[in-house]
């Protein structure tokens, strides 16, 4: 009999069906999604709009991070991947008992506390993708309400649905690698809906709307497109060659995406605009995110086209032509970069999933499923080919029906209770009438503000006075 290494014995800590190397990169993985939204879209709201919505637009995404963990342990997660309710949901409760959280989650060589807290990273980075349809004008106070509601009465919905092995499009067999359903399509959708119902931004927001820096814009952009690689390299939920090949094809597509929507810019508008690369390189994420790990590199290759071109012409030219796109005021083009786009990845995974693939991530033998129609008509499986498509097309109607019903009754309902837009001295002022804070200490013309009462312990009136210096 081999003795095994004392590090490798197996012991209450360390019980033998927990994996230590999957566990470390599970956890890595987890942070690396973490850190695409704080400090990541934090960085990017907060930059990337007027400067007067900037401490506005940056806290908004850091309290729906803190928002969603609580609820998210409190029921969220259950609802989303605990005991069945019905087909598409799960009972509530709480998921902070050690007992719980120290047992083998359902799939994996993993415990429930890491599947609980890798999961909450992807819930609430969908959250904060929707508050970007809404930054420069949404009452604070209402977001601070609709967070909860809508991880509790959507989310869950769409995360069991298709996530969840007991879910009625997972038994279906919808192939949403890491999330382009269940967060980009959700989010897009949702924060597009909860637009409308908002209302628009202040007519000078709209008509103009500079980002307050680009360069710190381009530092939260790099943060979310390096914490891709746990968004799409964790979802095998294991140290695999999928989750190696899901990790390089996310780059790959995204860098393709990047440089066709650049070159679309230079050949039709004659610049190389750096918003519309950041723009192509969302796009290009999103749309390889439901097919990572189950498409081929050359693939993803021609994914990053299609991702670059297709959401650039209906950002540029149809939300030009379309009445509902022009009336909807969505300040950060969700609905272009993560519904289209979205929609876009969930299409092509059904027709470039290469059934090789799809085996080694959901480790199962049966051919029948999961074929791409390209591989479905290569192979003379035409019918298996058009099922896997049409479950795809399936899956993107029921995400955009639950989130236009779900998320209209929660803003119908909010707005009975509370304003769902600022007033209009508020839109005008931005930060400084909402939180008594700005995001930058100079102003004027070189004097410091320092309005704030949280910048001390001390009041102001505290401060003895600087004695004047002694001439020499």
Not at 133 to 158: D, K
Not at 227 to 233: H, I, L, S, V, Y
Not at 234 to 256: E, I, K
Not at 429 to 442: F, M, N, S, T, V
Request: a neutral charge; glycine letters at 10%.
């Amino acid at each position: 009999m081999i003795e095994l290494p004392d590090n490798l014995r197996p012991d209450e800590a360390s019980p033998d069906w927990l994996s230590k190397g999957d566990n470390a990169w599970q956890l890595t993985a987890a942070t690396l999604v973490g850190m695409q939204s704080v400090p990541g879209l934090v960085i990017l709201y907060g930059s990337i709009v007027k400067k007067k919505w900037a401490v506005n637009s940056a806290f908004m995404a850091l309290y729906a991070f803190a928002a969603v963990l609580v609820c998210w342990v409190g029921w969220g997660y259950q609802m989303s991947f605990g005991v069945k309710l019905f087909n598409f949901l799960g009972r509530p409760h709480v998921s902070m008992e050690q007992d719980y959280l120290l047992q083998r989650t359902f799939v994996g060589y993993l415990p429930n506390a890491t599947m609980v807290y890798f999961q909450f990273v992807f819930a609430a980075i969908t959250l904060i993708l929707i508050a970007g349809a809404l930054l420069g004008r949404m009452n604070f106070h209402a977001w601070m309400l609709f967070v909860p509601l809508w991880l509790t009465f959507s989310y869950t919905i769409t995360c069991y649905s298709i996530w969840n092995p007991n879910g009625w499009l997972a038994k279906m067999g919808v192939i949403d690698y890491s999330g382009g359903f269940v967060i980009h399509l959700s989010s897009g959708v949702a924060g597009f809906t909860a637009a409308y119902w908002v209302g628009p931004r202040a007519t000078n927001d709209r008509e103009r709307f500079p980002p307050n820096n680009i360069l710190l814009m381009l530092a939260g952009a790099g943060l979310l497109w390096m914490g891709w690689t746990g968004f799409n390299g964790g979802d095998p939920y294991m140290v695999s060659t999928d989750a190696s090949l899901a990790v390089l094809n996310t780059h790959v597509c995204t860098a393709t995406s990047l440089l066709t929507w650049l070159l679309l810019d230079i050949v039709f508008f004659g610049k190389p605009s750096v918003i519309g690369a950041t723009q192509g390189m969302i796009t290009g994420l999103v749309c390889i995110t439901p097919a990572a790990g189950v498409v081929q590199g050359w693939a993803a290759m021609i994914m990053g086209v299609m991702s670059g071109s297709i959401p650039w012409y209906t950002m540029m030219v149809l939300h030009k032509k379309i009445s509902i796109l022009k009336h909807v005021d969505d300040t950060m083009a969700v609905f272009h970069t993560h519904a289209v786009a979205g929609s876009l990845g969930g299409i092509l995974t059904g027709f470039f999933s290469n059934p090789k693939l799809c085996r080694i991530f959901y480790l199962v033998e049966d051919w029948q499923h999961y074929i791409g129609l390209a591989y479905g008509l290569k192979n003379g499986q035409f019918r298996a080919g058009f099922k896997q498509m049409g479950i795809q097309i399936l899956g993107i109607l029921f995400v955009i029906v639950v989130n236009v019903i779900t998320t209209s009754l929660i803003c119908f309902l909010l707005g009975r209770f509370i304003p769902l837009r600022l007033n209009e001295d508020e839109l005008q002022i931005g930060d400084d009438a909402i939180h008594g804070e700005e995001a930058y200490a100079l102003w004027g013309d070189g004097e410091k503000y320092d309005g704030s009462k949280h910048n001390s312990v001390y009041g102001l009136e505290e401060f003895p006075p600087v004695p004047p210096k002694a001439e020499a």
